[in-house]
């Protein structure tokens, strides 16, 4: 590894560690501004009783001393503190537990568009204007435009309630088939339309010209130029990619009933948990941050023309 790619790698940390901040530093002051407490939504609950309660969580102390202290928590220990609402519980205990399946929901997912998305992306550009072309592009079209819980209800609605194929409920391994395909039907639809476009794009060039008239086997310059350069666009778009689909999982768990972190999210949004909402949140963002400093690094791998600067 040269200097430049080091410098590259430590700049591009450097901003993700000042990204979680800025996260962290929005999310608390504006959880504090909104108007109400967590507390109100409690039977019976007195001006004492909710002081007891607001000093139990620290939450009577001023501001900017609860803010270092969330701060300094955060950074030494890890730790989000107590949910508010899930007596007894740590938040990141609540986060890990939903992540397990979450993560496992979203890997799939994203395993599922990457290959068929690209596979597909490759035979419609190779086959360009044929039937199949026309074909694809149409059905990936209207997997692109159509929502995921429109999509995630017609998904119940045929293979659970007509055909009984799976489980309407995700908390078993078969529940989990629907959420997958639903969450993979979107990202599996833009990754085929950019894979083809790109592709269309490198067997245009001149280089492949070049081998085709140089006699290179149509093999070798289909999956050893054409394939290989025109992934750089689908890899600046599977790293945010995958950490969307772990993210933006919350409409397709409630739909489907799936244990993860979505319905922990959701729920802590409406019981106005603070603690669980600070937490998701953080953990979220700083996985959409990772998964871009992965993809942006990615890029010399693919491509060793790129230069860090």
């Given at each position: 590894?040269?200097?430049k790619?080091?410098?590259?790698?430590?700049?591009?940390?450097?901003?993700?560690?000042?990204?979680?901040?800025?996260?962290?530093?929005?999310?608390?002051?504006?959880?504090?501004?909104?108007?109400?407490?967590?507390?109100?939504?409690?039977?019976?609950?007195?001006?004492?009783?909710?002081?007891?309660?607001?000093?139990?969580?620290?939450?009577?102390?001023?501001?900017?001393?609860?803010?270092?202290?969330?701060?300094?928590?955060?950074?030494?220990?890890?730790?989000?503190?107590?949910?508010?609402?899930?007596?007894?519980?740590?938040?990141?205990?609540?986060i890990?537990?939903?992540?397990?399946?979450?993560?496992?929901?979203?890997?799939?997912?994203a395993?599922?568009?990457?290959v068929?998305?690209?596979?597909?992306?490759?035979?419609?550009?190779?086959?360009r204007?044929?039937i199949?072309?026309?074909?694809?592009?149409?059905?990936t079209?209207?997997?692109?435009?159509?929502?995921?819980?429109?999509?995630?209800?017609?998904?119940?609605?045929?293979?659970?309630?007509?055909?009984?194929?799976?489980?309407?409920?995700?908390?078993?391994?078969e529940g989990?088939?629907?959420?997958?395909?639903?969450?993979?039907?979107?990202?599996?639809?833009?990754?085929?339309?950019?894979t083809?476009?790109?592709?269309?794009?490198?067997?245009?060039?001149?280089?492949?010209?070049?081998?085709?008239?140089?006699?290179?086997?149509?093999?070798?310059?289909?999956f050893?130029?054409?394939?290989?350069?025109?992934?750089?666009?689908?890899?600046?778009?599977f790293?945010?990619?995958?950490?969307?689909?772990?993210?933006?999982?919350?409409?397709?768990?409630?739909?489907?009933?799936?244990?993860?972190?979505?319905?922990?999210?959701?729920?802590?949004?409406?019981?106005?948990?603070?603690?669980?909402?600070?937490?998701?949140t953080?953990?979220?963002?700083?996985?959409?941050?990772?998964?871009?400093?992965?993809?942006?690094i990615?890029?010399?791998?693919?491509?060793?023309?790129?230069?860090?600067?």
């Amino acid at each position: 590894m040269n200097t430049k790619t080091l410098l590259y790698i430590l700049k591009r940390i450097g901003l993700a560690v000042l990204t979680v901040w800025v996260v962290i530093t929005v999310t608390f002051f504006v959880m504090r501004a909104v108007p109400g407490g967590p507390f109100l939504g409690e039977k019976a609950v007195t001006p004492e009783v909710q002081a007891a309660l607001e000093a139990k969580y620290g939450l009577d102390k001023p501001l900017m001393e609860q803010y270092f202290t969330y701060l300094k928590d955060i950074v030494t220990e890890l730790d989000f503190g107590p949910s508010i609402k899930l007596r007894g519980r740590m938040v990141m205990d609540v986060i890990a537990d939903g992540m397990k399946t979450s993560a496992k929901l979203g890997l799939m997912a994203a395993g599922i568009a990457l290959v068929v998305g690209i596979v597909l992306g490759s035979v419609a550009a190779l086959r360009r204007n044929s039937i199949l072309d026309k074909v694809i592009m149409v059905v990936t079209t209207a997997f692109v435009s159509m929502p995921s819980f429109i999509m995630g209800t017609l998904l119940l609605l045929v293979f659970s309630m007509y055909l009984g194929w799976f489980p309407a409920n995700g908390s078993t391994a078969e529940g989990l088939v629907l959420p997958v395909i639903n969450l993979s039907l979107y990202p599996m639809a833009y990754i085929t339309r950019l894979t083809r476009s790109s592709m269309l794009d490198v067997l245009g060039q001149d280089y492949i010209r070049t081998a085709r008239a140089k006699g290179v086997s149509s093999v070798k310059i289909i999956f050893g130029h054409a394939l290989k350069n025109s992934l750089i666009p689908v890899i600046t778009y599977f790293g945010p990619m995958l950490a969307y689909i772990v993210t933006g999982s919350l409409v397709v768990e409630q739909i489907f009933a799936v244990p993860g972190i979505g319905r922990s999210f959701v729920s802590s949004i409406t019981n106005r948990d603070y603690p669980m909402i600070m937490g998701t949140t953080i953990v979220l963002a700083t996985l959409i941050v990772v998964m871009n400093l992965i993809s942006d690094i990615l890029y010399k791998v693919v491509d060793p023309r790129i230069t860090f600067e």
